[in-house]
């Protein structure tokens, strides 16, 4: 059962024990699996769960671009379509793409365009569809930071992964990684995106209230995140080919 119920939000978002209402320290993020090429007719692909979001990523160019007229002569193009299914959230969500998807899929452009060399592939497109299937919080970190692992399944040139992580401010205490009801109830959610290749952020969103000395610690709080997802997300694209051999090893023996 959801913790929040018609936006009625708990007086507090930290137990008696001094731990986070799922049972986490401030600076612990969530359980996080990922696996890459789960989608056969993709040309790459990767799902992740991270807490209680579930979300599938699936790329496929460098392909033709449709409509036309989007198609750039000197460049290639990245586009990105995250979707919430109907049933990933507490409250029915429309099925129709609204305002806040497009928001994110723009969110997300722009915080993978830079890894890419777009500058190689003129007059076509990549394309990443996303497709929330849970949602709980940080979904547009967790989607950059599947989708990034997606591209790198497909074989797409990459200057580097990203990855994505939000911190933020509740009851007073800086935290990392938001579960859905400290985003709703809590004062302060920054989500963060780094492209590994410069360690620049590529997002950096800011929704509530901390003062500046809060924002730097916040930013390393995130840093030291973002470090332990690159890493996760580094055995996942490993894993892949290391079962392969393992595989191709067992067959000769
Ligand atoms: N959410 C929801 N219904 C919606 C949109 C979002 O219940 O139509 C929930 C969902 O759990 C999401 C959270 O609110 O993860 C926070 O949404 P936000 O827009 O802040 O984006 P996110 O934190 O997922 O990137």
């Known amino acids: 059962m959801p913790l929040i119920i018609n936006d009625v939000y708990p007086k507090k978002l930290f137990r008696e024990d001094g731990k986070r209402l799922d049972g986490r320290e401030n600076n612990e993020i969530r359980p996080i699996k990922m696996k890459v090429g789960v989608i056969s007719n993709a040309d790459g692909s990767a799902y992740l769960e991270w807490g209680n979001n579930k979300i599938y990523a699936a790329v496929y160019g460098p392909r033709e671009v449709h409509p036309h007229h989007l198609a750039k002569p000197d460049k290639g193009i990245l586009r990105v379509f995250y979707r919430m299914a109907t049933f990933s959230v ?6 129709a793409p609204g305002r806040r998807e497009k928001e994110i899929s ?5 915080c993978l365009e830079p890894v890419l060399f777009l500058e190689l592939y003129p007059g076509t497109a990549f394309e990443v569809f996303i497709e929330v299937m849970d949602a709980d919080g940080g979904t547009r970190c967790a989607s950059t930071t599947v989708a990034a692992l997606a591209l790198a399944d497909a074989g797409v040139p990459m200057r580097s992964l990203v990855s994505a992580v939000a911190v933020g401010k509740i009851d007073g205490q800086l935290i990392t990684d938001l579960s859905g ?22 997002l950096l969103q800011f929704d509530g209230d901390m003062d500046l000395d809060e924002l730097n610690e916040s930013l390393a709080n995130a840093k ?8 996760i997300q580094l055995k996942a694209l490993k894993s892949k080919y290391t079962t392969i051999l393992e595989e191709q090893e067992g067959g000769e023996s």
Do not use: H, V, Y
């Open 106 to 110: 723009m969110i997300i452009t722009d």
């Open 181 to 202: 009801i400290e985003d709703k109830a809590g004062e302060a959610d920054l989500p963060c995106a780094i492209t590994w290749f410069n360690e620049e952020l590529s």
């Open 224 to 231: 030291t995140a973002l470090n332990e997802i690159l890493q």
């Open 90 to 95: 507490f409250e029915r969500k429309r099925p």
